[in-house]
């Protein structure tokens, strides 16, 4: 294998050495077999550019997670480069985007060294992982459906479209009858027999303890909302964890059951097993009436858009789960600047799979560190005890 590199030829002598059998080159006509390399300092982009023209896999040292690497690693992402070709310098190790280990670092920790740009040039040319620029990107669902099904200006809501949470007054205006009308007496509508949800759809089963799904958020002692952020976020994750913690069940609200086999073989065992509830839009489904604890896991493709006002205007403490890997981060970084110029409340950023110390969370904390009070990553059983002190213990 040969690693395309532009430095001095007597630094490609002294790599291909240190590095022997495999051959460090000029950055310039790339083989099969080969893998190019960009690294972070001057001439970066256009090395970067000429390493993506080559036709073969491209490795990005971006370095220490600081404001140049982000900007090493996000050029990367708009070229395509995928997020384990990144190599970033943290805790004495040489990490991917997505914090997976690639080899120890070198000099005491402060250095990415030979041996992590060839691991990570023959793990992409064996897996075949070559820049693939991005030509159309469909928006994820909380860019494009934010609480209320409306995506908001910062300001107010645009002419014609509903505001997703009107004042008190404009409703008590809404109520009144017009000038010259009769003010008409509500009278008490008759008690209706229980019904089956229409929008269950087929394949989920009807179970006989379904109840509208503001009944059951009014029921509940506390309500903390997992809303998950972009499609490559692992939300059930964090809100199985985060309710299994504290002891809380966990709601899921999406289109399609997916978190129920963390609790049972089939839905109807897992709503029978009492810790698991679900609603896609409609009734929920659930064996508990009155939960003292509610965990609601959020998909923003819901099918019934006015479901997210609910959770959202009854949950205590409101969380997004972001992505890990880069192309996660980036679409995430834009969905939560979205809600919170929209001026929606968002007490939480949790990281998926990575520990707190991980660059990635970093990365969100210096980007939104002014704006939401906790910012942090998931990583095993001891990681939800922050969570919980902050979002279930604490007041508002």
């Known amino acids: 294998m040969r690693v395309l590199l532009n430095v001095s030829k007597e630094k490609l002598a002294m790599f291909s050495r240190a590095a022997a059998p495999t051959e460090f080159a000029p950055l310039a006509e790339g083989a099969t077999g080969d893998a190019a390399v960009a690294l972070r300092g001057a001439g970066f982009t256009a090395d970067l550019d000429t390493a993506v023209g080559l036709g073969v896999p491209v490795v990005v040292v971006a370095g220490t997670p600081d404001g140049e690497g982000e900007a090493c690693a996000r050029a990367a992402l708009e070229y395509g480069v995928p997020g384990e070709c990144v190599l970033l310098l943290r805790n004495g190790k040489v990490v991917d985007l997505a914090g997976n280990a690639v080899a120890p670092a070198a000099r005491g920790g402060r250095a990415v060294g030979v041996r992590a740009v060839v691991a990570a040039a023959a793990a992409a040319v064996e897996r075949g992982l070559l820049p693939e620029p991005v030509v159309w990107e469909m928006p994820s669902p909380m860019e494009s459906a934010p609480p209320g099904g409306v995506t908001a200006d910062p300001v107010g809501p645009e002419p014609g479209l509903d505001d997703p949470y009107p004042a008190a007054d404009a409703r008590e205006a809404a109520e009144k009858p017009a000038d010259g009308e009769t003010p008409r007496r509500e009278e008490p509508a008759p008690a209706a027999a229980p019904k089956v949800d229409a929008a269950v759809k087929p394949g989920i089963p009807s179970l006989e303890g379904e109840l509208a799904l503001k009944d059951f958020l009014t029921a509940a002692h506390r309500v903390v909302a997992v809303f998950r952020a972009v499609e490559e976020a692992d939300s059930a994750t964090v809100a199985a964890g985060l309710?299994?913690?504290?002891?809380?069940?966990?709601?899921?609200?999406?289109?399609?059951?997916?978190?129920?086999?963390?609790?049972?073989?089939?839905?109807?065992?897992?709503?029978?097993?009492?810790?698991?509830?679900?609603?896609?839009?409609?009734?929920?489904?659930?064996?508990?009436?009155?939960?003292?604890?509610?965990?609601?896991?959020?998909?923003?493709?819901?099918?019934?858009?006015?479901?997210?006002?609910?959770?959202?205007?009854?949950?205590?403490?409101?969380?997004?789960?972001?992505?890990?890997?880069?192309?996660?981060?980036?679409?995430?970084?834009?969905?939560?600047?979205?809600?919170l110029e929209n001026g929606w409340r968002l007490d939480a950023l949790i990281v998926d799979r990575v520990p707190d110390a991980s660059h990635v969370v970093e990365i969100f904390k210096g980007t939104f560190g002014t704006e939401v009070g906790l910012i942090c990553g998931v990583e095993g059983k001891e990681s939800f005890d922050l969570l919980v002190e902050k979002l279930v213990e604490e007041e508002n």
Do not use: I, M
């Open 243 to 339: 309710a299994e913690a504290c002891g809380a069940v966990h709601l899921e609200v999406a289109p399609e059951p997916r978190a129920f086999r963390r609790y049972g073989e089939s839905l109807e065992e897992a709503v029978n097993s009492g810790r698991y509830a679900f609603c896609n839009g409609g009734n929920v489904q659930t064996a508990r009436r009155d939960p003292d604890l509610l965990v609601v896991e959020v998909d923003p493709n819901v099918p019934e858009r006015s479901s997210l006002d609910d959770v959202y205007g009854r949950a205590d403490k409101v969380a997004h789960v972001v992505g890990h890997d880069f192309n996660g981060v980036e679409k995430s970084k834009r969905n939560v600047r979205l809600w």
